[in-house]
């Protein structure tokens, strides 16, 4: 069974500018979790999809969002970039809502921001 | 809203040494899971504990949960240079709130 892909693995973006990060979760999970990854602040969750509909959100702005499409791969988007936004992307798939069963991580995207 | 902290956040060990790392929650928990990622790569799940007063082991780790189902820990026995990581415990309040990560404790072992 292939694993959980993120793509790109690796970006470089200006301030002000927005991305685009996808994921595509192990065939037949529904339920796809987003988390930033940066040295100081470790794991925070961003929000989680199951069936194309978003049922958690974190403590971020609204320049980061998301979606889930029918097929569950999912996408997350970043809008006016900062500085701070520069970080590691990780998403997570599960059979079920997160917590209720393990979550299998991607390889992340690694964000830069400059 | 739901907190969760592990202590310590750094522990460097010699090989053979033991090595326990403590997760609390400011909440009661549904359940815990713990993960380890290692330098470099995405975090990978252990094990998950459901039952108040659950011990499970996986070879030489053996993980807890508190009575409460407020806190946990892992404990290694004899540490190898494959336990280097971080290992993150989280888990996620009985109202649905959302899946909460730890800071991590970052395991070193020395040869």
């Known amino acids: 069974k292939a694993g959980v892909t993120q793509t790109p693995r690796y970006l470089i973006k200006t301030r002000g500018q927005q991305v685009t990060l996808s994921c595509s979760p192990i065939s037949g999970h529904r339920s796809v979790s987003w988390y930033q990854q940066t040295p100081g602040q470790g794991l925070q969750f961003l929000f989680e999809?199951?069936?194309?509909?978003?049922?958690n959100k974190g403590n971020f702005p609204g320049r980061f969002s998301g979606r889930q499409f029918s097929n569950s791969r999912s996408e997350m988007n970043v809008s006016t970039l900062e500085l701070g936004d520069s970080a590691l992307y990780l998403c997570?798939?599960?059979?079920?809502?997160?917590?209720?069963?393990?979550?299998?991580f991607g390889q992340g995207t690694r964000l830069t921001v400059v | 809203g739901q907190q969760v902290m592990q202590i310590p956040q750094y522990q460097h060990v010699q090989e053979g040494e033991d090595f326990t790392t403590y997760c609390n929650s400011s909440t009661t928990l549904s359940n815990i899971q713990w993960y380890k990622q290692r330098p470099g790569g995405h975090p990978v799940f252990l094990i998950q504990?459901?039952?108040?007063?659950e011990v499970k082991k996986q070879k030489r780790l053996t993980f807890q949960f508190g009575e409460a189902k407020k806190n946990s820990s892992l404990h290694i026995t004899a540490t190898q240079t494959t336990d280097v990581g971080t290992y993150f415990c989280a888990g996620q309040g009985n109202y649905g709130q959302n899946f909460v990560f730890g800071p991590g404790t970052r395991l070193s072992v020395l040869p």
């Open positions: 504990l459901v039952k108040s007063g």
């Open positions: 997570a798939s599960s059979p079920q809502m997160t917590g209720e069963t393990e979550a299998f």
């Open positions: 999809y199951f069936s194309e509909t978003q049922r």
